[in-house]
């Protein structure tokens, strides 16, 4: 058989620079015609193991949208073959609109090839990590540091809780506990939010999100809903906000907060008209508008990403920070549209997470 210089002899070579240097012989015949009967074939690396997904709360249609791409046939790659098994449905108990689909849920889910248990901890027995779904953020405290003392990594879908006292108690106790943690909207994952947090219009100098609002009374108002257009808005502008002031009617809110560099983002809430996701971001070197809604599929491959690797998209000091703009947004409407720092409501959210 042919050589040329110091090269090896690659059977399966297919590109032209290897057929070059290695042309057929009888013997590369001989081997070519082994490989056929045989029916031997070059396989790419098998996946991985499955990771074994839980799901805490059925009162969101998240948990079926999300168990729909992860246990996906045939599979998606890009999930890391990470897989739903098994479900606790609650969840709200309180807010009728959440609590109320827990029954049509639990039947979705189970088509979908998931058990259904009866508590958090037989869950935790069969499972890698979590998604924590409970749309009602008054239990996720209690949910979620049963989660933590099982030391499982655990997605905290929106909202992380219904209190700024109760963000902090939970990524404190995070920390605490070395478990790997993150929460998210999947509209930071919206059209162009993405590109413009990367830098393709240079330094983001400020930034208009708007996004639906309707609000839920045991919860700080953003919190049910906003939350949406507020994640894309610190997407975009990252930490740095000082203080917000807010401006609010029946059937709308605008929230504008004041970054320690000068820069202003805002953030508009809508509860009547039409409403939808968007915004515009404004650049060093360009003007550019973000969304519309590109659904949860972008969010659930980060969401088996940080499954497989235990790091976190998203800090904890970003999404903290999110949170108490919107608690500040809150105050800021109390005291009739004066501005709020956030680091006052941050040391009050504190010191009652302590107690």
């Known amino acids: ?87 606790y449905p609650w969840g709200s108990k309180t807010i009728e609109s959440s609590s109320s689909r827990v029954p049509g849920y639990i039947e979705e889910i189970q088509k979908l090839g998931v058990d259904v248990v009866d508590s958090i901890e037989a869950l935790l027995d069969r499972v890698d990590g979590v998604l924590l779904e409970t749309n009602d953020g008054n239990p996720r405290r209690e949910q979620v540091m049963e989660i933590f003392a099982a030391g499982k990594p655990v997605f905290m879908d929106k909202p992380v809780a219904a209190s700024l006292a109760d963000v902090l108690a939970i990524y404190d106790a995070a920390e605490a506990m070395g478990v790997p943690t993150f929460s998210s909207s999947s509209l930071r994952y919206a059209e162009g939010v993405q590109e413009v947090r ?77 409403a939808s996701y968007g915004g515009t971001a404004f650049g060093e070197q360009a003007i550019r508008s973000i969304g519309p809604y590109r659904g949860y599929n972008p969010l659930v491959v980060e969401i088996a990403q940080f499954f497989r690797t235990g790091e976190p998209p998203v800090s904890a ?10 608690s500040a947004a809150d105050e800021s409407k109390r005291l009739g549209g004066a501005p709020v720092k956030l680091a006052d409501v941050i040391a009050k959210a504190r010191a009652e997470a302590n107690e």
């Open 198 to 274: 990367a830098g393709e219009i240079g330094r983001v100098l400020g930034c208009e999100t708007f996004s639906p609002c309707a609000l839920e009374p045991s919860h700080d108002d953003f919190y049910w809903y906003g939350i949406h257009g507020v994640e894309m808005l610190y997407t975009c502008m990252g930490v740095g906000c000082e203080s917000v002031t807010r401006t609010s009617s029946a059937g709308f809110d605008v929230a504008v907060g004041l970054w320690s560099d000068g820069r202003i983002g805002s953030f508009r809430g809508i509860r009547q008209g039409k």
């Open 1 to 87: 058989m042919t050589r040329t210089g110091n090269h090896k002899f690659d059977p399966l070579a297919t590109d032209a620079d290897s057929r070059r240097r290695f042309p057929v012989t009888f013997g590369g015949l001989l081997l070519a015609g082994y490989l056929a009967v045989t029916g031997y074939q070059a396989h790419a690396a098998d996946p991985p193991a499955p990771f074994r997904v839980g799901v805490v709360g059925l009162d969101t249609s998240h948990s079926i949208a999300f168990t729909k791409a992860m246990n996906a046939d045939p599979a998606d790659p890009a999930m890391q073959n990470c897989r739903v098994v098994v479900a």
């Open 317 to 326: 000091a970003e999404t903290i920070e999110l949170y108490a703009f919107m």
